[in-house]
């Protein structure tokens, strides 16, 4: 029997790349999207034919919760905060298997908490040992309203659906998605640091955060929807379905370092990361820099591996900063796709 997908957020970064390696490994997969306008849609359209698309955003409940209910399995990308979208798909009266993508500040709270920012801090969850530390979060930490909701589903509804949390780092890499390939973190300081002319951390910028290539991401997405498809084997949902995503760890003040380095080198901008500011100075040039990079996301991602033989193979964030400062500079016109400089 072929298996019916549903997908949100399919022109976003995460879900963008997600779709391309679920459609590209199973396209005799029954699958629909939600977009949001006839835009987005022609170009979901154009890479993916045979897709079957409705219109609707996030709000469109209704609609979410008809089409979840048609689907086996569900792959929510979009929003990870937006409790309403979130709300509809587990109400789906059929689905079986439901994703959700949480966002990594969910790690952050000790470091917002505390309000230590830059500062270093050596606590790091995991996903096996320490599943239940990471589903039982306190209610103010980010983004915990909707684990909550996904958590909750199949005590809520039992024996209707299983799920499953996928929680991703610093995620780089150029995605292969339709609309948006890319990222936020890296190539919102990247870009700031270019308009700026400044380097700078926030605090001693020795906080530390785990990372992942978009594709090593993608792929986590793919062994989970094929588990789905086989009874849940060999993966494990609900309480004992979070799954951190992460192949090593970045101290920002290296990252960062590296970065106003590869500027100089590139743009023949004399940069060098002399300012360790306060968080209220740094986004003034940086919007959220406190969260992007002063704040600790550390947590070991084990059930993946351990369950599902997943294995990142793609490069690490330093070796893509290159690459990152090129696309960056292009887009504000300092040197050309070529990458060579523009006087």
């Known amino acids: 029997m072929t298996p019916k997908v549903f997908v949100t957020g399919a022109t976003g970064y995460i879900g963008g790349d997600g779709l391309?390696?679920?459609?590209?490994?199973?396209?005799?997969?029954?699958?629909?999207?939600?977009?949001?306008?006839?835009?987005?849609?022609?170009?979901?359209?154009?890479?993916?034919?045979?897709?079957?698309?409705?219109?609707?955003?996030l709000n469109a409940v209704d609609v979410i919760e008809e089409e979840a209910s048609k689907a086996d399995v569900v792959f929510h990308f979009a929003n990870c905060d937006h409790e309403a979208s979130a709300t509809?798909?587990?109400?789906?009266?059929?689905?079986?298997?439901?994703?959700h993508t949480s966002g990594a500040l969910i790690l952050g709270t000790e470091t917002?908490?505390?309000?230590?920012?830059?500062?270093?801090?050596?606590?790091?969850?995991?996903?096996?040992?320490?599943?239940?530390?990471?589903?039982?979060?306190?209610?103010?930490?980010?983004?915990?309203?909707?684990?909550?909701?996904v958590l909750e589903a199949s005590k809520i509804y039992p024996d209707k659906i299983k799920t499953a949390i996928v929680c991703p780092p610093a995620i780089f890499g150029r995605g292969r998605g339709p609309d948006n390939q890319r990222s936020v973190q890296i190539y919102r300081v990247t870009e700031a640091f270019l308009k700026h002319k400044r380097a700078f951390t926030v605090g001693k910028g020795n906080n530390i955060w785990n990372q992942v290539h978009v594709q090593d991401l993608s792929r986590l997405y793919l062994l989970l929807g094929e588990?789905?498809?086989?009874?849940?084997?060999?993966?494990?949902?609900?309480?004992?379905?979070?799954?951190?995503?992460e192949n090593g760890t970045l101290v920002w003040k290296d990252v960062i370092e590296?970065?106003?380095?590869?500027?100089?080198?590139?743009?023949?901008?004399?940069?060098t990361v002399e300012e360790e500011l306060s968080p209220e100075e740094a986004a003034k040039l940086l919007p959220y820099a406190k969260y992007l990079i002063g704040t600790n996301c550390r947590g070991i991602s084990i059930?993946?591996?351990?369950?599902?033989?997943?294995?990142?193979?793609?490069?690490?964030?330093?070796?893509?900063?290159?690459?990152?400062?090129?696309?960056?500079?292009?887009s504000l016109g300092l040197v050309s796709p070529q990458n060579h400089a523009v006087d």
């Not at 588990?227 to 995503?245: E, F, I, K, R, S």
């Open 20 to 57: 391309f390696e679920i459609a590209r490994a199973h396209p005799d997969w029954d699958i629909t999207c939600a977009i949001r306008n006839s835009d987005k849609a022609a170009k979901i359209a154009l890479q993916y034919p045979s897709i079957k698309l409705v219109h609707a955003d």
């Open 88 to 99: 509809a798909i587990v109400r789906a009266t059929n689905l079986d298997t439901g994703f």
């Open 112 to 149: 917002i908490d505390r309000g230590c920012w830059g500062d270093e801090l050596s606590k790091v969850y995991d996903d096996w040992v320490g599943v239940e530390e990471l589903t039982s979060l306190p209610d103010h930490a980010e983004h915990r309203n909707v684990d909550k909701l």
């Open 227 to 245: 588990a789905a498809v086989n009874n849940g084997d060999p993966a494990t949902w609900d309480d004992h379905g979070y799954y951190l995503a």
């Open 258 to 271: 590296a970065v106003a380095g590869e500027i100089s080198n590139q743009c023949h901008i004399d940069l």
């Open 303 to 330: 059930r993946a591996r351990k369950l599902l033989g997943w294995k990142p193979r793609e490069r690490s964030l330093m070796d893509e900063i290159p690459a990152i400062v090129e696309s960056e500079a292009a």
